[in-house]
């Protein structure tokens, strides 16, 4: 009702009616699925970092732009970065592990249903299934993957996945950020509108790090017309060039 | 159903079917009786092939929400991918016959040249697959995993494994990509011809084999699969192989796809990139398949 | 003890029947069939990694000298899915183990059966037929 005087403004709606705008599956969940793709140099370097000869400067991932190295891992990682070029797993063309998959320069596409959701990524054809029927990681002394055992429930409009079962084989970056097989990665996924999702990452590791970090960084949805994922096979290539 | 190995039971199992094969014999070869399964006749593909296509005209699957057969699941294959053609058994290969149902004689009708050039293959190359490159269609799908799951959504089916990566299949009516574009498992376009799922592949890069034995084509090869469901557990799965650079016509392959039998529901990653060592191995003995147009020199 | 109870594990999970293959490659490409071997000797190393895992064993050849062989098992998660741990065998133990060498005449085998050194049957680390399908 309009009181004679009074100022006629439109209220701004609240922050949370706007992912109305997102998409939902039938059962009242964000709906994940599409081709997405990370946009920031974190393939690289994890951290603020200035460029160099092939390697584009960035503005880091990591929440507070610290890594909380235990002494010697901070030695670790300094090694490891002198000799990445040859250390790093992922220049032998080997799995890249999990978060690093995530922000390789590589597209990815989802796939939604009940009880699980799929992550197929370009880069090595790699896929990750992501249990969401409350099934538990299979027993680490049984088993360790590279790319880790994900198990995934919602909370709200996020996908929250836990990852174990990691190897002590991949690194989170080429300057050498490592982990051992005790790593456990909490992931988050948030539609923050219909074209992007904010993608957020805790790692815990008691052997290499005093306390858990974090990183985020939002996830793009490829507009491109008719795109789709292709083939990175590293390893062919690779193999090829010898 | 499960076979005890040393069990009475697993004897009475085995008995059991034998009786249910030879009492379903009928006026056209082998059949099997209707309640059973065309998947009993997996070792004799041209034989599950004719069941499967009597079988599929009155079977009536479930279907998914917009109303095209439910094909979602584990599945694994029946047959091995030694040789598509008839085989006897050799150490630690299990005999199997010709996967090749068209042409009736079970053979590959390549052009004449070719058939020497296959022979070259097994002997002057290492498998590409032995050597962790993706092994290109149809064999990634018909006859080379135990478990994919198999993902279908009305934009996309998708076939998941953890040991020979993904295949995705576009439903939406878009053209391939550019024919610059080569990919080891093709580019997949899919579509719905009444219950049957029909996959047009193009794409693929003439790199990849269709068997151990070296059976092959060129880079331009055109497959067409389809995959039907034609009972609860069984798909039947053809792929029609088209080359005019390789072969004298089109031909067929076929083979049942049957769904796991557990309810596990895991699919444990067990790809090739944790720094294997085999291929130095293989690589000492045999040659790197440098692809159809280099081995070829067409 | 841990150790034990991966033992355990192991010992009750006998395979007997040759057990579903990756199908990763043809066996006859890079063994031989008619040099089977059967090899005593000390665990050093066990690597669990697709498509085939790899244990490392210190052999005493004729001469007495130690040579140390890579024996090749079946991927990591097809020995996951026998129940077999991934400290399993534990560095030091002494295992028999029957296989067929590789073409290329190094100290390499593919491995078939495991056995304590008391040669009563551990587990199968065999990759099984070679590309055989598991139904």
Redesign the interface.
Known sequence: MLVAGAPAYALVPPVSAQTSTVART?DGHPNL?GIWQAVNTAAWDVQDHSGKFGVPAGQGIVEGNEIPYQPWALAQKKTNYEKRASLD?EA????PGVPRITYLPYPF?I?Q?G??I?I?YEY??????I?L?G?AH?D????????GDSRGHWEGNTLVVDVTNFTD?TWFDRAGNFHSANLHVIERYTPTGPDHLQYEATIEDPKVFTRPWKISFPLYRRQDK?V????Y????YA??QQ | MRMQKSSSSGAFCVALVSVMLLAGAGAFGQSVSPEKSCAELRADPDQFHKCAIARAATFSPRRTSDGHPDLRGFWGRTLNSYDLEDHPASFMIRAQKSMVVDPADGKIPYQAWAIPQRNKNAATYVDPNSLCRLSGVPRTTGYMSDRILLHQSPDYVAFLSGDHGYRIVSMKDVPHVGQDIRLWNGDARGRWDGNTLVIDVANQNGKTWFDIAGNFASESVHVTERLTLIDANTIHYQATIDDPKVFTRPWTIAAALVRNASDDKELWLEECYEGEQSSKRLLSTHGRYPGYSIAVGR | MRVHSLVLIAMTSLVTAAAPAIAHHSFAAEFDANQPVTLRGVVTKVERVNPHGWIYLDVKDSTGKIVNWAIETAASSQLAKRGIGKNFPPIGMEIIVTGFRARDGSTTANGATLKNSEGKDLFSVASGDADAPRR
């Open positions: 039938s699925e797993p032998k063309c080997q799995m596409q796939f249903s009880e699980y799929a197929v090595i054809h790699i896929n990750r299934i249990h029927d099934s299979p680490p002394e049984l088993i360790e993957f590279w790319m084989k008719n789709q994922l292709l083939e096979e590293c390893y062919a193999e090829e």
